[in-house]
C-alpha cells in the first residue's frame, strides 16, 4: 500500500487487530528506512500486506531487493494526489513494465478532486493504468451497513456529546468583513476576459473552493 499516512497505517493496525481481518496469519507491515536493505528484503520475501514509501519502494525495486513478480499486487491511497513526475508514478510505471499480472488500485474520498487539470479522472486513470472506475456513494447498500457498523463501535466505546458555541460579536464583524472582502475579490476577477468563473462567496465555503479556483485559472498560469 502506498501514499499513507502514519495515522492511516494505525487505523489499519487498528481495525485489522479488532475484526481479525484475514484471519491469525493476515501480516501487514509498515516498512521505514529505519530497516537495513537486507531486513527489508527479508520481510518482503516472508509475504504479507505492507505499508511504504514510495521512495523506498522505488530503491529496493531498481537494487532488485524485492522481485518484480512476487508483488500481488499495489494499492494508492489518494489517488487524486498522484503527479506524472512523482515516484509514485514512477513505481507504478515499472512495476506495469516488469509485471503485467499485478493489480494495481486507487482510492480516493475526496471525488470532487477528480474535475479537471492534473487530477482529472481521466489523467489519474492512465498514472493507474487502469480501465475501470467505481462509485461508493454513501447510500450503496454496502457502504451504508459499513458505516451503521462503525457508527455502533464508537456508540459503544465513546460517550460524545455535541456542543455548538455561538460566535461573540467579534468573531460575527471578522467573519462579514472576510464574506465582503472575497465577494470584492471574486468580483474583480468576474471582470477578467479570459475565464469564465461560476464561483461564489457561498462556495467559498466548502474545502474544493481552491481547486476551483486552481481549474479555473490554471490554462492562464
Known amino acids: 500500500a502506498l501514499n499513507l ?14 475484526t481479525h481481518c484475514g484471519g491469525e496469519h493476515a501480516q501487514f507491515f509498515h516498512v521505514t528506512h529505519d530497516k537495513s536493505s537486507q531486513q527489508r528484503q527479508n520481510l518482503y520475501l516472508s ?9 523506498i519502494l522505488v530503491t529496493d525495486l ?11 499486487g499495489i494499492l494508492v491511497h489518494n489517488a487524486h494526489q498522484l503527479i506524472k513526475s512523482s515516484n509514485l508514478c514512477f513505481v507504478l510505471e515499472i512495476f506495469r513494465r516488469h509485471n503485467r499480472r499485478g493489480f494495481i488500485k486507487g482510492f480516493s474520498e475526496s471525488a470532487e478532486k477528480f474535475n479537471g487539470g492534473y487530477a482529472s479522472l481521466r489523467e489519474i486513470m492512465k498514472l493507474l493504468f487502469v480501465s475501470k472506475v467505481s462509485v461508493w456513494p454513501r447510500f450503496r447498500a454496502s457502504v451504508e451497513e459499513s458505516l451503521k ?4 463501535e464508537i456508540e459503544n466505546k465513546v ?8 460566535l461573540t460579536p467579534a468573531m460575527r464583524t471578522i467573519q462579514e468583513c472576510v ?8 468580483n474583480e476577477l468576474k471582470k477578467t476576459s479570459f475565464v469564465q468563473l461560476n464561483i461564489t462567496v457561498e462556495s467559498g465555503l466548502f474545502n474544493d473552493f481552491e481547486h476551483s479556483m486552481y481549474i479555473a485559472f ?3 498560469w
Open 5 to 18: 499516512s502514519n495515522n492511516d497505517i494505525e487505523f489499519i493496525k487498528m481495525r485489522l487487530s479488532t
Open 47 to 55: 509475504g504479507g500486506c505492507m505499508a511504504i514509501t514510495s521512495r
Open 62 to 72: 531498481l537494487a532488485n531487493v524485492i522481485p518484480f513478480q512476487s508483488i500481488t
Open 149 to 152: 457498523l462503525r457508527d455502533a
Open 159 to 166: 460517550d460524545a456529546n455535541e456542543l455548538h458555541v455561538p
Open 179 to 186: 464574506m465582503e472582502i472575497m465577494d470584492g475579490c471574486l
Open 218 to 220: 490554471k490554462p492562464h
